[in-house]
């Protein structure tokens, strides 16, 4: 407008006077040009959505039934753990009043620790979080319409994006960071007029498509409103009365015994999402620790782990509701029920056995478990652990705190898991054996200056307990057919129990667990005992600080390096000792060549002979063969995608009419087959829809790459691939949704089901799968992101109505 003006008035004076009038108006550009700029950007941040005040409704906007169903679906894919960005959690009223911290939870190189701040644990009050750093992203001054968006940073993100859409169509910009590790911009209110200027693209939801106009209008109105918080959901009537008699059980305390169960249980559950058996599918607790008996209101004790001394005298077990959104990332189930309860009993209480004493909370044993609970048989404890083994799994692969990079950059991107059986007595549950080897399995715990710890201190520990384990096994007399010992030392869940045979997909620093075998045979399995299965959970879930210090958390990492070879050990002892070496030595190649001489082995207990009965020359092959014989049904249905060698293994399978979900079947097993380098371009992890609008079906896919040793060597560098790595990577295709983070969404209608396969079986170079994307991807422009994302979401709902969660797109690709 202004230099309208002046163009206007330049050219009605002579060209004589041309040159005073061009030096008169530039100066005053000059002397008023930086006020011009900030006059424009104050504007920009202090200019509110005036028609969004003038309709803004009398009755407030309910925050349950509106907003908080509206953030889980755009704001907390991003916002909904410690990795959120400037650890704002928008996943319930709490956190959004908390608000946000310059402070990065996740820091693996900070030499002293930092206090925990976890949402609705370590302050309970906005006054609280205020002394902790956190800044509000609300209006807590004067309460007007204009003035709660005027003050509110979380309306000017919101603002800021409708002012500066991103593009539409193509691929992102390249000045969008969208690394995980990018540095944090936090700002205040007062800060944000700086922030806008330098960064006009940073609104929210970043990088991600523009909500629309109703999900704008609920924000920004509910906003205006003050923020206004309706009553919390109350427990349903199911369940009112399990928690009654679940806290009257927690709580028992007529008998050492019942102490010691409950302490046990607590330090084994503290993590979980507990939901009721026949209770609405999200409805979840957690069980705490408090300073109040049943039948008041719950004060949870804050302590950093779960075994820490309470600090005081007497206290309870409770179950606390669990308002917050549920992300997939860390929501990991564990069920109660009357059958559980009888178990418990069964297990703990009935048995004879003598607790003399109640071990104290002395921080240096309440981090071993061979030592607390020495007084509860080894077999029963177990017992406990196999009963529900996927959750203990679960506990470290993705857990709490989100981002596992410290425990899962030291396994292998795929991998199965077997248990070994209780039923045998053996060394590993020997209660004279676990007594007098116990301060061998000790772990690592808090924070320490000593980064050497784990590789000096507890390496000679761990070689100390595995020399006991080589000398009982080097004494075993005899040999037996590997039918025969399989029977008798592997688990097969009691015919019943799916949790005998687990899958595991690593995918960076996230993974999934599964159910039964699935996908090929995998490179590497574990066999895992009782104190395998016991160091593991207070290693990384009860033990695992993602506060502490660069010494806890690389001691941490080196000694779970150890565990997974204890893992892989155990599985080696099945094979031919002739074969163990080569086999052993072909898991360690490229980047951890020389890692599995990190631990003595000195003894030999790779040349002693016990399993035989081989008659092939690919013994492992054939030992997979075995076990999956072994464990019959609890391994799960016929892999047809992975596993059928032709289409016609999966057209018989169906034994029925062509149907559209055998087509999608059959073009995806295609899929299947790529292996290789070219894998590199691909996703770690996809979700596909196919669409039939003739039988108005649909159905969903997961495409996910298992590369070789990626990230495995070290948790605070990120390693590149080598060629031989490279070579060794594959692709599974699984049916339904699996995962929490996806990192790319394809979108085809059935009848290009064949052509999406076949183009991506055909991929060779980055620019093809470029080319492929623009065909059938779903990149951060598209359209119809948010309602493509919003089916996904609900077809996991309907697959999983009680472990399903919000998936995190912080990974999604920009391609």
Sequence with gaps: MLLSKIRKVFYKVSIQKQSFVVYFFMTILILSGCTLSKVDITQEQTTVDENLLLTLPSEPISYFNSVKPLLERRCISCHGCYDAQCQLKLTSIEGIQRGANKDKVYDGTRMFGVNPTRLMIDAKTTAQWRKKNFHTVLNEGENTPRKNLQESTLYKF??????????????????????????????????????????????????????????YTTLVQWIAQGSPVDSKPVASKQTTKQIAQWEQFFN???????????????????????HFTDAPPREFFRLVRSRTAPGQEIDEIASTHPYDDPGVASFYYRLRPYHASIVAKNHVVYELSPQKMDRYRELFLKPDYKVENLPSYDPGITANPFK?????????????????????????????????????????????????????????????????????????????????????????????????????????SGQADVKQALAASIWDGGGTNPNAALTIYRHSDSASVHFGLTGRPPETAWVINYPLLERIHYLLVAGFDVYGNVGHQLNTRVYMDFLRTEGENNFLMYLPASKRRAIRDSWYLGIREGQNKKLDDSSGWLDKEIVIGYQTDDPQAELYQHLQQ???????????????????????????????????????????????????VFPDLAFVRIRDAEQQAEFAYTLIRN??????????????????????????????????YPNFFFDIQLQQVDDFAERYAAISSRKDYEQFVSIYGVRRTRTEFWAITDWFQDYYAKQEPVLSGVFDLSRYNNR
């Design 158 to 215: 919101l603002h800021l994006k409708q002012r500066h859409p991103q593009a539409r169509i193509g691929m992102l910009s390249n000045d969008f960071d969208l690394s995980l590790d990018r540095k944090q911009t936090c700002p205040t209110s007062d800060e944000f007029q700086s922030y806008a200027q330098k960064h006009p693209k940073g609104g929210m939801p970043y990088a991600m498509p523009n909500l629309n106009h109703q999900e």
């Design 252 to 274: 028992k305390r007529s008998s050492n015994k019942e102490k010691l169960m409950n302490r046990y249980l607590y330090e084994h559950l503290f993590q979980a999402h507990i």
């Design 372 to 476: 607390v609970y020495q007084s509860i048989p080894a077999k029963l404890r177990y017992r406990f652990l196999l009963d529900d083994a996927r959750f203990f799994i679960e506990g470290f692969i993705k857990g709490p705190v989100c981002r596992g990079q410290v425990a899962l950059n030291v396994i292998e991107d795929n991998f199965w898991v077997f248990f070994h059986n209780p039923d045998l007595d053996s060394i590993t549950d020997d209660a004279d054996f676990l007594a007098a080897i116990s301060n061998d399995l000790d772990i690592p715990a808090g924070d320490t200056l000593n980064i050497l710890a784990a590789s000096t201190t507890y390496k000679k520990k761990v070689e100390r307990y595995w020399e006991a384990l080589r000398e009982n096994f080097t004494n075993i």
């Design 630 to 680: 072994r464990l019959g049904k609890m391994t799960g249905p016929i892999d047809l995608l992975n596993r059928c060698k032709s289409q016609s293994c999966i057209a018989a399978a169906y034994n029925t009419a062509p149907s559209a979900e055998q087509k999608a079947d059959m073009a995806l097993a295609k899929v299947a087959d790529i292996n290789g380098a070219i894998l590199q």
């Design 707 to 740: 590369k070789s040793y990626k990230n495995v060597s070290s948790m605070l560098t990120t390693v590149s691939y080598n060629d031989s790595d490279v070579d060794n990577d594959t692709l599974t295709v699984m049916k339904g949704l699996h995962g929490s």
